[in-house]
Nanobody, 121 residues
Framework: QAQLAESGGGLVQAGGSLRLSCAAS????????MGWFRQAPGKEREFVAA????????KYADFVKGRFTISRDNAVNTVYLQMNSLKPEDTAVYYC??????????????WGQGTQVTVSS
């Protein structure tokens, strides 16, 4: 059974940076597309970024383009989300997810428990 464990969340001031990590186990990581989603209180879960296993191509939500970077390291079964120029509206629980389909919809098969990111103004 796949297990995904996020880390790296926390409290940061607007304009600051955080790097989230997601360690995967129980799946052939190098054969799964990996995504990051987020959910703010009272809002639906939304797509943030995804990285393909086939050619490491990436997709980003418009609101994070130029600020966030997704990457993966198959040697350590980990996907990262580097977040720069953070804004208060980036405050949310961030989840990583794994699936065999490279998609921006929150229909991934496996999910982590999430890590809280809070950006103060």
């Amino acid at each position: 059974q796949a297990q995904l464990a996020e880390s790296g969340g926390g409290l940061v001031q607007a304009g600051g940076s955080l790097r989230l990590s997601c360690a995967a186990s129980g799946l052939t990581f190098s054969r799964y597309h990996m995504g990051w989603f987020r959910q703010a209180p009272g809002k639906e879960r939304e797509f943030v970024a995804a990285v393909s296993w086939t050619d490491f191509s990436t997709k980003y939500a418009d609101f994070v383009k130029g600020r966030f970077t997704i990457s993966r390291d198959n040697a350590v079964n980990t996907v990262y989300l580097q977040m720069n120029s953070l804004k208060p509206e980036d405050t949310a629980v961030y989840y990583c997810a794994a699936d065999r389909v490279f998609d921006i919809r929150p229909q991934y098969a496996s999910w982590g428990q999430g890590t809280q990111v809070t950006v103060s103004s």
